[in-house]
């Protein structure tokens, strides 16, 4: 059964400490992403990556770092130095080449910072 | 500079009539338009989209109607189930360099019995 696994689905972390999200596909997709979702504001890419070993960077890139290593794997981490980290994070991945790709998302994984 | 724009942030429409949702967009080089579902504490879920060179597509209970001239798309849903009821997101690509979707903010639909 094919699909976005992310993890976990609820995250606590302390000011001031980094966190790890994980997002793991078994679609065969060459492009992953990274959005996020706050109130009423839709929702924003953070990083993408549209093949193994690349990614670039999104609308609101600062505060976070991804790493692309293997082709089912796109980790996101969340810095210290994003100011607003509490969120809704959503992971996504289409088959890449194309305008007409749509994305299939995770089920996300809601950070708080305290 | 929100180039995806859903200027409703919620609608209810009675079960079995017509549920309109709408989208402006302020970016010419947008080719592509997508509607996404998305319910409480899950992923958005891909519902139908559009090319540019169409201004009409169907699929179901779902049409998606597009006027470039306007910049404005709208998805239409006949008839209203309590199923709908949900948050839905327009987005739109461009089909030039990185082809990276833009959402709109969404719009919250309630389906009354």
């Not at chain 2, 429409?13 to 989208?23: A, D, F, H, M, T």
């Not at chain 2, 891909?46 to 169907?58: P, T, V």
């Amino acid at each position: 059964d094919g699909g976005i696994t992310q993890s976990p689905k609820y995250l606590f972390r302390k000011e001031g400490q980094n966190v790890t999200l994980s997002c793991e596909q078994n679609l065969n997709h060459d492009a992953m992403y990274w959005y996020r979702q706050d109130p009423g504001q839709g929702l924003r890419l953070i990083y993408y990556s549209q093949i193994v070993n690349d990614f670039q960077k999104g609308d609101i890139a600062e505060g976070y770092s991804v790493s692309r290593e293997k082709k089912e794997s796109f980790p996101l981490t969340v810095t210290s130095a994003q100011k607003n980290p509490t969120a809704f994070y959503l992971c996504a991945s289409s088959i890449g080449a194309g305008a007409e790709s749509p994305l299939h998302f995770g089920n996300g994984t809601r950070l708080t910072v305290t | 500079d929100q180039q995806v724009k859903q200027n409703s942030p919620s609608l209810s429409v009675q079960e079995g009539r017509i549920s309109i949702l709408n989208c402006d967009y302020t970016n010419s080089m947008f080719d592509y338009f997508l509607w996404y579902k998305k319910y409480p504490a899950e992923g958005p879920t891909f519902l139908i989209s559009i090319s540019s060179i169409k201004d009409k597509n169907e699929d179901g209970r779902f049409t998606v109607f597009l006027n470039k001239s306007a910049k404005h798309l709208s998805l239409h849903i006949v008839p209203s189930q309590p199923g709908d009821s949900a948050v839905y997101f327009c987005a739109a690509r461009s089909n030039f360099g990185n082809e990276k979707l833009t959402f709109g903010t969404g719009t919250r639909l309630t389906i009354i019995p």
